[in-house]
């Protein structure tokens, strides 16, 4: 069958198919440029205005004023939000579309290229079902990997300040719109950055109308492995430790210590090491303090991270707490090929130091293994 002519016939009917959206789905999708520009029905707010947002550094970030920007000044640094008057934000994922029905690209990374992975065809389809409702004014803090953990703390959390320093002081009616289903911990830290229920509105339509519709600048580096920049993880990690300790910031120092940290995987369904169960046995007689993220609510991972001195752990968004830690020694064990830089950058940003140990062999099951020989012998050498 795998050589037949009927095979060969789907396989060349599919790979035309596949390429006709590629090429189709381009005309769709509004990208960066064409999204700063006057043209399509957009209107940009107050282009030589400047907002301030001043961020209070504490015991754990560096103290720094930054100046978030409308004005457009050519450069890769500067920050935006623009406003697109009766826009749509259609299921799945609430993704934005303008008037003219083209879908907005800055949701993923700014770049059409990952936005046509998606199949933008859907999108535009349920733009033309009859409204569910209409918003006068609007900020969106959706996007199709908003249920990630990773991805909901450094693409979709940051942009809330350019909510904050440019979209309230200029448009105070301005609604903010979450996904329609929230897990405990998007929730929690939407209340650590001071946002409560009432404070935002939970997508569960089909298509709703926006009167104004404000898109921010995508929060990362145009490039999909690579973090938020310095600037919304400064603010993004002062706001929510802030929070956490309140007034007395030697409270995370007073709370019980777990300086060595090793994160299990136990539970997971994907990118699990064959031979976990032999690493958590190795850390733990190394001293190191195991636990499992799922099972700890959002606070207790900030506090863990907060003081851990070394962590140990498998490629896997859990790492993303690493924006609480200061100068930790990380250990990521990489399954497979993978080579992804997303928690060397963050590792980078919080001044510690990266090891990166690649499992490449395979285990009867097919699972990728990781040498304990190694990882006892790089441990070792750090401790001592």
Same mark, same amino acid.
């Given at each position: ?17 596949? #390429? ?332 510690? #130091? ?31």
């Amino acid at each position: 069958m795998c050589g037949s002519p009927v095979a060969d016939k789907l396989r060349k009917y599919f790979r035309l198919r596949h #390429q006709a959206k590629i090429f189709l789905g381009r005309f769709l999708i509004l990208d960066r440029g064409a999204l700063k520009s006057d043209g399509d029905g957009l209107y940009i707010e107050d282009k030589n205005a400047t907002a301030y947002y001043k961020i209070s550094a504490g015991a754990y970030s560096v103290n720094q004023s930054h100046v978030v920007s409308l004005r457009w000044r050519g450069s890769e640094g500067a920050e935006f939000a623009v406003r697109l008057p009766n826009a749509h934000l259609v299921a799945p994922f609430a993704v934005a579309l303008t008037r003219r029905r083209k879908i907005v690209a800055e949701y993923l990374y700014g770049a059409k290229t990952v936005m046509l992975t998606l199949n933008p065809f859907r999108y535009v389809t349920n733009s033309f079902i009859p409204s569910d409702a209409t918003i006068s004014s609007a900020f969106s803090l959706n996007g199709p990997y908003a249920h990630n953990y990773y991805h909901w703390m450094t693409d979709v959390l940051p942009s809330l300040l350019i909510y904050e320093a440019i979209v309230k002081p200029h448009d105070p009616e301005c609604i903010l719109v979450v996904p329609g289903y929230l897990f405990a911990w998007q929730k929690r830290s939407l209340e650590l950055l001071g946002y409560t229920e009432k404070d935002y509105l939970q997508f569960c339509f089909t298509h709703v109308r926006v009167n104004n519709l404000w898109i921010s600048r995508y929060p990362k580096f145009n490039e999909i492995d690579l973090p938020m920049r310095p600037l919304y993880f400064t603010w993004l990690r002062t706001r929510l430790m802030e929070k956490m300790v309140g007034d007395d910031r030697n409270e995370l120092q007073t709370i019980r210590k777990c300086e060595y940290l090793c994160i299990s995987r136990k539970g997971s369904r994907k990118g699990r090491i064959g031979n976990e169960d032999q690493i958590v046995k190795k850390m733990e007689e190394l001293g190191f303090k195991v636990i499992v993220l799922s099972e700890i609510d959002l606070d207790e991972q900030i506090r863990c991270f907060a003081e851990a001195k070394i962590v140990v752990a498998v490629h896997g968004a859990g790492l993303t707490n690493l924006i609480f830690s200061t100068r930790p020694v990380v250990i990521e064990i990489m399954p497979g090929a993978i080579n992804r830089r997303d928690y060397y950058s963050l590792t980078e940003y919080t001044g510690g #130091q990266y090891i990166q140990i690649c499992a490449k062999e395979k285990d009867q099951n097919g699972c990728y293994v990781a040498s304990i020989s190694l990882l006892e012998e790089t441990v070792s050498k750090i401790l001592c």
